[in-house]
């Protein structure tokens, strides 16, 4: 599979984000196409990895197709022969499309994102080890970094067009969207979430933590949109080793943050724009990383 950083297609380009290009198809669709950019810190890395837009794409694409009785999706196809059969356009850029495109129900996206924690990690533990709250509401005392939470925590957050994404509370997001679908944008992520991690434990992974995207089709229908627990949008931890009390090995750019990391405690980057130049190893590792958290929760090769 060729590397892209950036596709070129024959359709309207409406967004490009920091990992995938977004095009307009006739027919209230759209089709995403997740490169193999890769950020870090909230900077583009220079250098691609290989296979990554591939991993991230069939890994939704699997959990659509397992979640499909669960929740409405915006997925169409993301086989390649299906989308240009739907959009011929696209047949002389089909080495473009294979494996990373999606072709999607267009609809219009509520400006939250969906997180839900069943494990204490990363920001949310850096907030509850300082005042013991999340998003300034309490939590119950004595969690432990990494620990299971028995009921898991409903965190929205706002989606920032550059940056980090802010926590607010569920209030908050009443404000914001409304009492009815904030109760039913809650109510679907933890549906959705229950059912992924019972399936990715019993593959030998946990999913600490992860976030959702909604949208509203013309019709009115809320459905689950964009990623869906890929190793970008989840916190993946092997389920062997697994040990409360301190931070987890992760199946995602773990190798690419940890080499990034010395270089700024080096003084060697300081964290702005241009990124520092990857070496071949960390590439690999990281790409090697991806592939491993495909195979191990959908038991499949990505070739």
Same mark, same amino acid.
């Not at 196809?77 to 850029?93: F, G, K, R, Y």
């Given at each position: 599979m060729?590397?892209?950083?950036?596709?070129?297609?024959?359709?309207?380009?409406?967004?490009?984000?920091?990992?995938?290009?977004?095009? %307009?198809?006739e027919? $209230?669709?759209?089709?995403? !196409?997740?490169?193999? =950019?890769?950020?870090?810190?909230?900077? &583009?890395? @220079? #250098?691609?990895?290989?296979?990554?837009?591939?991993?991230?794409?069939?890994?939704?694409?699997?959990?659509?197709?397992?979640?499909?009785?669960v929740?409405?999706?915006?997925?169409?196809?993301?086989?390649?022969?299906?989308?240009?059969?739907?959009?011929?356009?696209?047949?002389?850029?089909?080495?473009?499309?294979?494996?990373?495109?999606?072709?999607?129900?267009?609809?219009?996206?509520?400006?939250?994102?969906?997180?839900?924690r069943?494990?204490?990690?990363?920001?949310?533990?850096?907030?509850?080890?300082?005042?013991?709250?999340?998003?300034?509401?309490?939590?119950?005392?004595?969690?432990?970094?990494?620990?299971?939470?028995?009921?898991?925590?409903?965190?929205?957050a706002?989606?920032? %067009?550059?940056?980090? $994404?802010?926590?607010?509370? !569920?209030?908050?997001? =009443?404000?914001l969207?409304?009492?009815? &679908?904030? @109760? #039913?944008?809650?109510?679907?992520?933890?549906?959705?979430?229950?059912?992924?991690?019972?399936?990715?434990?019993?593959?030998?992974?946990?999913?600490?933590?992860?976030?959702?995207?909604?949208?509203?089709?013309?019709?009115?229908?809320?459905?689950?949109?964009?990623?869906?627990?890929?190793?970008?949008?989840?916190?993946?931890?092997?389920?062997?080793?697994?040990?409360?009390?301190?931070p987890?090995?992760?199946?995602?750019?773990?190798?690419?943050?940890?080499?990034?990391?010395?270089?700024?405690?080096?003084?060697?980057?300081?964290?702005?724009?241009?990124p520092?130049?990857?070496?071949?190893?960390?590439?690999?590792?990281?790409?090697?990383?991806?592939?491993?958290?495909?195979?191990?929760?959908?038991?499949?090769?990505?070739?």
């Amino acid at each position: 599979m060729m590397l892209m950083t950036t596709s070129d297609l024959p359709l309207k380009l409406i967004a490009r984000g920091k990992v995938r290009d977004v095009y %307009e198809v006739e027919g $209230d669709r759209l089709l995403l !196409v997740a490169t193999d =950019r890769v950020s870090a810190y909230d900077v &583009v890395m @220079a #250098e691609p990895i290989p296979m990554k837009g591939a991993v991230l794409t069939q890994t939704s694409a699997w959990w659509f197709r397992q979640l499909g009785t669960v929740v409405h999706h915006h997925m169409i196809s993301a086989n390649a022969d299906e989308i240009i059969a739907a959009v011929p356009a696209l047949a002389p850029h089909r080495e473009q499309i294979v494996g990373r495109a999606m072709l999607c129900v267009r609809g219009t996206v509520f400006p939250i994102e969906c997180v839900i924690r069943g494990y204490l990690s990363g920001s949310a533990w850096r907030e509850y080890s300082k005042s013991g709250t999340l998003a300034g509401e309490k939590l119950p005392a004595g969690l432990k970094e990494s620990g299971k939470i028995e009921t898991p925590i409903f965190s929205p957050a706002t989606k920032a %067009e550059s940056g980090h $994404d802010e926590n607010i509370t !569920v209030g908050r997001m =009443r404000e914001l969207l409304g009492a009815d &679908v904030t @109760a #039913e944008l809650e109510r679907l992520t933890r549906i959705v979430y229950t059912s992924g991690r019972d399936v990715a434990l019993a593959n030998g992974i946990i999913i600490a933590d992860t976030k959702f995207e909604f949208g509203r089709a013309r019709n009115g229908e809320i459905l689950l949109i964009d990623e869906v627990m890929t190793s970008d949008s989840s916190r993946f931890w092997p389920l062997d080793g697994y040990a409360p009390g301190k931070p987890q090995p992760s199946f995602d750019k773990q190798p690419l943050r940890d080499w990034l990391d010395v270089e700024r405690h080096a003084g060697r980057w300081n964290g702005d724009v241009p990124p520092p130049k990857l070496p071949p190893e960390v590439v690999d590792a990281t790409s090697k990383r991806y592939l491993e958290a495909y195979r191990r929760l959908t038991g499949l090769d990505l070739a």
